[in-house]
């Protein structure tokens, strides 16, 4: 009898365990894909900068297929069919921006990373890619003539386990 109840002790102190570390475990997934979500959205608020304040894009100047053209790294044609150039390109280096690249923000104003404060940070800094588009609201398509600029910008974030990644979209307006 005293046999029968020390294996049913420790059967429940077995599945305590387990719930324990499941528990955990999810906790630090949700932490971690909060981390992930923030450092997107500070992407796309220095997306923002870039567009307004930085390059002060307007309508197609400097806008590519590949992403790349010199001054206007990030800044993408829409594609007429096929994926979407963010699908395409929002993780390559070479066409899409770093959070701070363009805006020149300095490392303290940066995500801070996993290789600086270990578990606290980013695995990478956030990107994002620039697309202007049409105005979804009124079915127009860009205007050129300095009365409506409408731009998709997409941004990547990254949490502490490289495998996280969030992706965020904003509809900018001007």
Known sequence: MVLLFLVILTLAGVAASISS????????????????L???ESAL?????DIMKKRLLKGLTGASDTCD???????CTEPSSGQPR?????????????LGEITELTAAQKMPTTATVQSNGVWRQ???????????????????????????????????NPTTRVIVQEVVRL
Request: hydrophobic share 30%.
């Open 45 to 49: 608020r220095d997306a923002r900068n």
């Open 21 to 36: 570390r499941s528990s955990e475990l999810m906790a630090r997934n949700a932490r971690d894909e909060n981390i992930a």
């Open 126 to 160: 956030p990107r994002y890619i620039i697309e202007p588009t049409s105005d979804l609201n009124s079915g127009d398509d860009i205007k050129f003539n300095n009365i409506k600029y409408v731009f998709r910008v997409t941004a990547i974030g990254y949490g502490a």
């Open 69 to 75: 053209t010199p001054g206007y790294k990030g800044y």
């Open 86 to 98: 963010w699908q395409q390109y929002i993780e390559d280096p070479a066409r899409s921006v770093e």
């Open 38 to 40: 923030q450092a997107a």
